[in-house]
RNA sequence: GCCUCUGUAGUUCAAUGGACAGAACACUGGACUUCUAAGCCAGUUAUGUAGGUUCGAUUCCUACCAGAGGCACCA
């Protein structure tokens, strides 16, 4: 509310020392002695108008003074010739009280209204273990898909599961050739068995290099709809997907569409054929490949020597279908491993070429590997780290501490600590680490805000009206200076696809409530005490909605 | 070989080109016999190397070093 306000008065007093037309820029300082707001206008503008950063500073300030911005107390220069500026206590009143009657209302921010946006994101494969990897994935674009639709986007979430392609062949091979599927389907795990199944067929066609022009056979036979192939191929899709809603109901995900790759099966054509029309496609080796202007990108492959798709070809049938289904100017954001970056740049270009989308449209968010100390983990050497095994351990962690509450603590620690970081970061597989119950956590996160909702229980009701309550003198603190920031933090998380915004946020903000709380006695602050009740209401709602953001819960009690 | 990403404290991570580079873990010490100690307070330690652009660089550019990932029939 104030800085706009802010904004202008600079602008005013630039234009009035000669600056034709002034760019204003506002920041947080660091450290909060320098105000809440600040501005380098004085240290750009010196230059141009010959004259010392600091005198400069000086004249803007003395002509801002004038001025008397709303909700501002105090302006000063610092340094070299920053411009401060310190916020009055009737804006803290003032923003305390818009917080509690947002509710959950995440702010005003509104700028994806009228905007649709597709987040594609977890994506596992069907007949493959849901690891540690697709976690990432599926936190990240879960927090994103939150993050979107509160600022306005008609979000769409996603789940483009890997239900179709050559491995398909590889498995089915597997299963004849050494598997039983009467006793795979009697077993708690099937996906186990399968994917035991799977790591066997590479094991063995490293010796027996036919076995791969098998599966490429029956993956043919597939597409064509043999009866076997699709039969054995439905029921993996059908113990894959029992486990995947397991998981999915303990992670508290849920997706509005689960088109598989298969799905697409047969809108592959349309595409091939717009292709050919557009004379993108060049055949070499026997393949078919896109060939991008320049070189600037290696080439894309759309289909095999053998007449097979592939991911692209499927990918490309996915996006136009997408086009079709939810309209022109949708957005469209691929949550995956980042090692598929150079693959992205291929399609956001390639589908650029064909006129689809503008490049803002397509958006890819890559997140890092998670490995093992000894390097990369793969299905194929049968080296990976099953979900299900780290979600019971960080349930456990949590219950050595308390029972009643260890599966949000647990998952809550796990969805943190993976928030925390950039996306793109990779993540050395540690479980101390991974499921850290202390410090910058997710259980650090969560136990602040049940102590300000016991806080909360425990005060007199005469005393909770906080709203309408006034600010008595004293010193502006630093949950103050942070809470009304909420809006401001959510609108570059969503505008960067970086949920980490919003957790290092949240750590910073709960460090602040922590150390009010041990300081003062909220409930014993005599005339003061609606006030603070009223803060820690705010702290409580903030907190509330940003690990709903992250789509950790918040627990009353821990 | 080429391309992309990463290099910050003993460790794991932050930091829209700005003020003294922030946290956490670990370590050391402290407070609390009243609202939740998974907490609070205090302390030690860091921008891979060499240049460049800039009033000002962890951030931008160049080269090098180190790590990860990718580069035609996987996804």
Not at 168 to 188: L, S
Not at 353 to 371: A, C, D, P, Q
Request: proline share 3%; net charge neutral; charged share 30%.
């Amino acid at each position: 509310m104030a800085t706009e306000h802010i904004k202008r008065a600079i602008a005013d007093a630039l234009r009035q020392l000669g600056v034709q037309n002034p760019e204003v820029s506002l920041e947080h300082p660091d450290d909060l002695s320098h105000g809440d707001y600040a501005t380098n206008v004085a240290l750009r503008y010196a230059k141009e108008l010959k004259v010392n950063p600091k005198k400069l500073a000086d004249d803007i300030v003395r002509y801002i003074e004038l001025q008397k911005i709303s909700f501002v107390e105090k302006v000063e220069t610092a340094g070299v010739g920053f411009i401060n500026f310190y916020l009055s206590q009737e804006f803290f009143a003032e923003s305390i009280k818009e917080v509690l009657q947002k509710k959950d209302d995440f702010g005003r921010n509104n700028i994806g209204k009228g905007k649709k946006v597709i987040v594609e994101f977890s994506s596992p494969n069907i007949a493959k273990p849901f690891t540690i990897g697709h976690l990432r994935s599926t936190i990240i674009g879960d927090a994103v898909a939150k993050t979107l639709s509160v600022l306005g986007f008609s979000v769409i979430r996603d789940n483009h599961l890997g239900d179709w392609g050559t491995q398909f062949g590889k498995m089915i091979v597997a299963i004849k050739k050494w598997g039983d599927i009467h006793k795979i389907a009697e077993n708690a795990a099937p996906v186990r068995e399968l994917v035991d199944l799977y790591i066997r067929f590479h094991a063995e066609a490293k010796t027996n290099p036919a076995l791969e022009d098998e599966a490429r056979e029956w993956f043919v036979k597939l597409e064509k709809g043999d009866a076997e192939a699709r039969g054995l191929w439905k029921q993996c899709v059908a113990w894959s997907m029992k486990e995947f809603e397991g998981l999915y109901k303990r992670l508290g995900v849920s997706f509005d569409t689960m088109h598989g790759e298969s799905f697409f099966e047969d809108k592959m054509q349309a595409v091939m054929k717009e292709l050919e029309q557009k004379k993108l496609l060049k055949e070499s080796e026997g393949a078919q490949l896109v060939f991008f202007p320049n070189e600037i990108l290696p080439p894309l492959m759309i289909l095999k020597k053998d007449g097979g798709t592939l991911y692209a070809t499927r990918d490309l049938a996915t996006d136009a279908w997408r086009k079709k289904e939810y309209g022109n100017g949708v957005t469209i954001i691929n949550e995956t491993g980042g090692e598929q970056s150079l693959y992205f740049r291929q399609i956001f270009m390639l589908e650029e070429m064909l006129g689809w989308f503008k490049s803002n449209e397509r958006v890819h968010i890559g997140h890092g590997l998670t490995r093992g100390k000894e390097g990369k983990m793969s299905t194929r050497e049968g080296n990976t780290i099953w979900l299900e095994e780290v979600l019971d351990e960080a349930v456990k962690r949590a219950e050595a501490i308390n029972k009643d509450t260890a599966e949000i603590v647990g998952i809550g620690s796990l969805k943190f600590n993976d928030l925390k970081r950039e996306a793109k970061q990779d993540i050395v597989f540690d479980w101390n680490d991974v499921l850290n119950m202390k410090g910058d956590s997710g259980p650090y996160l969560q136990y602040s805000y049940a102590r300000a909702m016991s806080v909360l229980r425990k005060s007199p009701p005469q005393l909770r009206r906080g709203a309408e309550s006034t600010r008595r003198g004293g010193g502006v603190n630093e949950l103050e200076h942070l809470l009304y920031r909420f809006p401001e933090i959510v609108e570059r998380a969503g505008r960067e696809y970086a949920p980490h915004f919003i957790a290092t946020y949240l750590i910073e903000l709960a460090g602040a409530f922590n150390g009010w709380y041990a300081k003062e006695r909220i409930l014993d602050a005599g005339e003061e005490t609606k006030y603070r009740l009223a803060l820690t209401a705010a702290f409580a709602q903030v907190m509330k909605n940003g690990l709903w953001l992250l789509g950790i819960t918040a627990p009353e009690k821990m």
